[in-house]
């Protein structure tokens, strides 16, 4: 689902609001988000999942394509673990 499809079945959903109050929430909601995983903390929404900031180490990698060895350098990655109530929804 993009962010479109979703701002489309919220308008669906609540008729009362409009496409674009339901469009500033949802960037303000990611935004908020976005903001505290930059600031190192972890998002947590009760039943959906949580989303982190997970380092990961240096390494070195392999260019497949001539096999020359490449150092790859540290770098953040946003981890992601679902709610426990999600995991039950899907395997229902």
Do not use: C, H, Q, W
């Not at 947590?44 to 060895?69: D, H, M, Q, V, Y």
């Amino acid at each position: 689902m993009t962010k479109s499809e979703l701002i489309k079945k919220l308008v669906a959903k609540f008729p009362s609001l409009k496409e674009r109050e339901i469009e500033t929430s949802l960037n303000l909601i990611l935004k908020e988000i976005s903001t505290a995983l930059i600031a190192g903390d972890r998002v947590e929404l009760r039943g959906f999942g949580a989303f982190s900031i997970r380092t990961r180490a240096p390494r070195t990698a392999r260019n497949p394509r001539t096999g020359e060895k490449v150092s790859v350098a540290a770098r953040k990655a946003i981890y992601y673990r679902a709610g426990k109530e999600l995991k039950e929804l899907i395997n229902s």
